[in-house]
């Protein structure tokens, strides 16, 4: 553990799921900025995950990769260990891997299937994967500030009707997140939620024509599409320690969307 970056906080290692594209990719270089050794873990055979290395070793920040299917439990224990070892402790954990639902539709015809893999990959994933971390982070007394930062999305308050199960996976994480800042506050960890509105990944390349024009009609207050650094800048803030007296925190990363105006 070393003296970071941002402010006087101490950081140290962290561990960012799906850090091969998009959001995580930028948060797992926002932590390198930050004075973080990464563990950036993606899918087995994941192209991107070699470019999410080599963007933060090129910028002078320790990158270690980790494939895993974040959905398969039987893999958890032996991501947590090779997390672990990486650099030899584990700080905070950024559970960011998340799918969409393979076809926007009415939810009328929602599948069982589709259910099913909605939340296994965004909800069940990311619960027992940060059992796992916070068990072995609670056998630990630290010295520095921890974290467990859950990446939900702004439709944990907006309803989708054409994405209804990737709508009620993501509001199971907002409770996860609030569940273990009541659980590991004795431990010194604390969680927060970051909750992105709409932000040009390629997951949202789908629906780019429809938001460049909700956006243009006024969607949000800041009249733009999220980029990815935005929550690499906010992951970054959270992770470095900067709302220490704050857990179970909802950070809304989305132009102000999510204002009621009138
Ligand atoms: P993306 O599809 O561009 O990237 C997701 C990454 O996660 C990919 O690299 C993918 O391979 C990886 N991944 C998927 N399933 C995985 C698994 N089972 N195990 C390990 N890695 C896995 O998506 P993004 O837009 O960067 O989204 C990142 C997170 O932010 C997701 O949880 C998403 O739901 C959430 N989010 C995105 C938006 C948005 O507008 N883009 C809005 C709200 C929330």
């Known amino acids: 553990m070393h003296e970071g970056s941002v402010g006087t906080a101490l950081v140290g290692t962290a561990l960012v799921t799906g850090a091969g594209r998009g959001i995580g990719r930028a948060v797992a270089i926002a932590l390198a ?73 009415d939810m009328l015809d929602v599948t069982p299937d589709s259910f099913d893999r909605l939340i296994e990959v965004n909800l069940r994933g990311p619960f027992f994967l940060t059992q796992a971390i916070a068990r072995r982070m609670a056998e630990q007394v630290a010295e520095g500030f921890r974290s467990i930062i859950t990446v939900s999305s702004i439709n944990v308050e907006f309803a989708s009707p054409d994405r209804a199960e990737y709508c009620i996976s993501k509001s199971g994480l907002a409770m996860m997140s609030q569940l273990y800042a009541t659980r590991l506050a004795p431990h010194g960890i604390n969680t927060y939620e970051v909750r992105p509105g709409v932000i040009r990944t390629q997951m949202t390349a789908v629906a780019r024509e429809k938001y460049d024009t909700l956006f243009a009609g006024g969607l949000a207050p800041i009249a733009r599409w999220g980029e990815p650094e935005d929550l690499g800048r906010a992951v970054a803030m959270l992770a470095s320690g900067a709302l220490r007296y704050t857990t179970g925190e909802v950070v809304r990363v989305d132009g102000g969307l999510a204002i009621r105006r009138l």
């Open 33 to 105: 900025d930050a004075g973080f050794k990464v563990v950036a873990n993606d899918l087995p055979g994941s192209t991107d995950l070699a470019q999410t290395l080599a963007a933060i070793r090129e910028r002078g920040g320790q990158a270690h990769g980790l494939p895993g299917d974040i959905s398969d439990l039987a893999r958890h224990q032996g991501l947590v260990e090779e997390a672990w070892n990486a650099f030899g402790s584990l700080e905070c954990l950024v559970n960011n891997a998340g799918i969409s639902v393979a076809r926007r539709g």
